[in-house]
């Protein structure tokens, strides 16, 4: 799909420039992450008002920070070059650090709280271009909170009305919401 899009950018119809400084978390040395990544690099530097900055991203994160890749490579040592990633985009001044895929974000949204940018998605900075209303990010909120707990309470009455068993959601929220330095739970994703 990224492609596609960056084939077809003169049919994009950019009504809002997007005035941001951004950095792309992408990934290298596989054809299609290579497509994936030069791809969403030529969209965002299309985007009126943006200013896109190249930082280096490692090829030892593999295709995607998905849990294969990231057990392939060991949590501490991916940790270590998504955070050499959070830190070059700092250095760079960026204001956003993009990413590709959804594994990514969903990955490495928590780290905005460490920074002074935000980690959003490339389709979404794409859609607020095209004035698109602009979506939630929920689970970056969810991660940035860190409380399972108020998590659940916000969903409970889903999880209720879908006769979800309640433990099994809790645990699941815990996985995936819990702090990092309170739990040492295997990652969900």
């Not at 997007?18 to 792309?24: D, I, P, Q, S, W």
């Not at 994936?36 to 030529?42: E, F, M």
């Not at 006769?163 to 739990?183: H, I, P, Q, W």
Request: with cysteine; charged share 25%; aromatic share 8%.
């Amino acid at each position: 799909m990224t492609a596609f899009i960056a084939r077809h950018l003169d049919r994009v119809q950019f009504v809002k420039p997007v005035t941001r400084k951004v950095a792309l978390h992408y990934h290298t040395g596989h054809p299609q992450q290579d497509l994936d990544w030069t791809s969403a690099r030529t969209i965002l530097r299309a985007i009126p008002g943006l200013e896109y900055v190249e930082i280096d991203n490692p090829p030892a994160l593999g295709r995607h920070c998905s849990a294969k890749y990231i057990n392939a490579v060991g949590r501490p040592a991916w940790q270590e070059h998504v955070t050499r990633v959070a830190e070059a985009a700092s250095a760079a001044g960026v204001d956003v650090l993009a990413t590709i895929y959804h594994s990514c974000q969903r990955e490495i949204c928590h780290e905005e709280g460490g920074y002074a940018f935000d980690v959003i998605n490339y389709v979404t900075l794409l859609a607020e271009a095209m004035g698109l209303p602009q979506g939630e990010d929920w689970f970056k909120r969810q991660r940035l909170a860190g409380d399972p707990e108020a998590t659940f309470a916000e969903i409970q009455p889903w999880v209720e009305a879908r006769g979800l068993d309640a433990e099994r959601v809790r645990d699941v929220l815990t996985k995936s919401f819990a702090l990092a330095c309170e739990t040492k739970l295997p990652n969900p994703s």
